[in-house]
Nanobody, 120 residues
Framework: QVQLEESGGGLVQAGGSLRLSCAASGRIGSRYSLGWFRQAPGKERAFVAGITWSGGRTYYADSMKGRFTISRDIAKNTVYLQVISLKPEDTAVYYC?????????????WGQGTQVTVSS
C-alpha cells in the first residue's frame, strides 16, 4: 500500500512559477514510477510527467515538455513538479500518482489532489 499526499498548490499569477510536492509513504518498490496528472475544469484527467523511482528516468506528455520538470528525492520519499511560465490554462487539480508498471498504462495509487489556479 502506498499513500500519496500533495502540497504546494495555490493561486499564482500568469508568468509565475511553483513547485508541487508529493510525499509518499508505504512500500515503494524499485519498479515503481511516480508522477503527476492534472484535471482542468470540464476536462478529463491527463498525464503530465513521470519518473522511475529507482533510476530517476523522467518522461513527459508531449504538450508538457519545456515548462514542467519532475524530480525526486529518495531520502525524503518525495516527488516534485516544478512549473515555470504558468498560464491560465494550467489551472487544474494536480494529482500525484504511483504505478508498478507505467503511469500511462495503469495508476495503482492516487493522491487527493492539489488545486492550482493561475490568474491572468
Amino acid at each position: 500500500q502506498v499513500q500519496l499526499e500533495e502540497s504546494g498548490g495555490g493561486l499564482v499569477q500568469a508568468g509565475g512559477s511553483l513547485r508541487l510536492s508529493c510525499a509518499a509513504s508505504g512500500r515503494i518498490g524499485s519498479r515503481y514510477s511516480l508522477g503527476w496528472f492534472r484535471q482542468a475544469p470540464g476536462k478529463e484527467r491527463a498525464f503530465v510527467a513521470g519518473i522511475t523511482w529507482s533510476g530517476g528516468r523522467t518522461y513527459y506528455a508531449d504538450s508538457m515538455k519545456g515548462r514542467f520538470t519532475i524530480s525526486r528525492d529518495i531520502a525524503k520519499n518525495t516527488v516534485y513538479l516544478q512549473v515555470i511560465s504558468l498560464k491560465p490554462e494550467d489551472t487544474a487539480v494536480y494529482y500525484c500518482a504511483a504505478s508498478s508498471v507505467a503511469l500511462v498504462a495503469r495508476v495503482d495509487y492516487w493522491g487527493q489532489g492539489t488545486q492550482v489556479t493561475v490568474s491572468s
